[in-house]
């Protein structure tokens, strides 16, 4: 699948997946600006001090697009700062899980590629994320410029969040993608109007409610890969009416608390959200989250932009 300007994060492989061809190329320590001549690859290193401590973003660049390094840096310590603050919970504490795993060079390392043509299993797909090495031995977020040019971070900006948010799927898809947009609406995060209608545009809200509506829980992507966008769509408006039902404080304290699960399942998410408040989350989630006809929430919910805005 190969998708270009605007791209869709349904169509990015998530976290999990499948695994994948690597690229021969050795990451040159510490350089800015450190040329390959036959690969034309840039690397840049950017520390970043956080909360936990200091991550490095690695930034890989196999495209002529060499402006893109500082920019991408900027936006992922806008993010990771904002995730930090809103979450009140370190990103080093958050990502712990993913780097659990991984040997001891590669903690404690955001790495992001740009390359001009992204293959998985020599399918181009634009774009895949492979920070806890599930895709194989090249660890990072791998992305096409045409994916993620200058000014349209969403995508990025969703594949970040997924160092906090992977599972259920239902719940972090919606989450990572829902985050860009609160987080600016509160101040949290800084993005300009062109950035911020690309983090909405990914949302997927114009796509039609296919004839067999099945709910976020089954996880619908991977029993037919065409309902991918409708799943996005479903997964971001779940987030708003959580938002919603619970409040500010009792949306930062639920994604804290998911945060901090160690393994969760959408049995756990609900337990997790009677803790908050004790509410019929089954009724009200029904239909978007659990089977059983549209309750509370009609299935055309969260669809205007102005409705959005109220929350
Ligand atoms: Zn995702």
């Known amino acids: 699948m190969i998708f270009f300007r605007k791209p869709k994060v349904g169509q990015i492989l998530g976290i999990l ?32 001090i956080l909360r936990g401590g200091e991550v490095q973003v690695v930034i890989r660049n196999e495209t002529s697009e060499k402006d893109w390094n ?6 992922t310590k806008g993010l990771l700062d904002a995730y930090e603050s809103f979450i009140g919970v370190s990103f080093h504490q958050a990502a712990a899980p993913i780097y659990k795993s991984l040997p001891e060079p590669e903690k404690n390392k955001v790495k992001l590629i740009l390359k001009e043509a992204v293959f998985l299993n020599g399918t ?23 994916i993620v040019p200058r000014g349209y971070p969403a995508l990025l900006l969703h594949e970040l969040g997924h160092f906090y948010f992977t599972e259920p799927s239902w719940l972090s898809e919606g989450i990572v993608s829902f985050l860009p947009y609160l987080l600016t609406k509160k101040g949290t995060l800084k993005l ?28 619908f992507r991977t ?13 971001v408006r779940t987030q708003m009416i959580l938002y919603k039902e619970l409040g500010n404080a009792g949306y930062k304290s ?7 699960a160690e393994t969760l399942n959408t049995e756990g998410v609900f337990k997790i959200l009677n803790k908050i408040q004790k509410k ?5 989630l029904q239909g978007w989250v659990l089977a059983g006809p549209y309750a509370v929430y009609p299935v055309n919910s969260f669809l205007q932009l102005k409705e959005i805005d109220k929350l």
């Open 17 to 48: 997946g499948i695994c994948f061809i690597l690229t021969i190329f050795v990451l040159p320590t510490f350089s800015q600006a450190n040329k390959k001549s036959q690969t034309k690859s840039v690397q840049s290193n950017f520390p970043l």
């Open 254 to 260: 639920f994604l804290k608390q998911v945060t901090l």
């Open 280 to 284: 019929n989350w089954d009724h009200i």
């Open 70 to 75: 500082q920019y991408a840096f900027e936006k």
């Open 223 to 235: 029993l037919d890969p065409s309902l991918g966008l409708w799943f996005y769509s479903k997964a």
């Open 124 to 146: 181009r797909i634009g774009g895949y994320n492979n920070v806890s090495g599930d895709l194989g031995k090249d660890l990072g977020i791998f992305m096409e410029p045409g």
């Open 192 to 219: 300009d109007s062109e950035e911020l209608s690309a983090v909405m545009d990914e949302w997927s809200l114009e796509e039609a409610r296919p004839p067999k509506d099945l709910p976020l829980s089954q996880d």
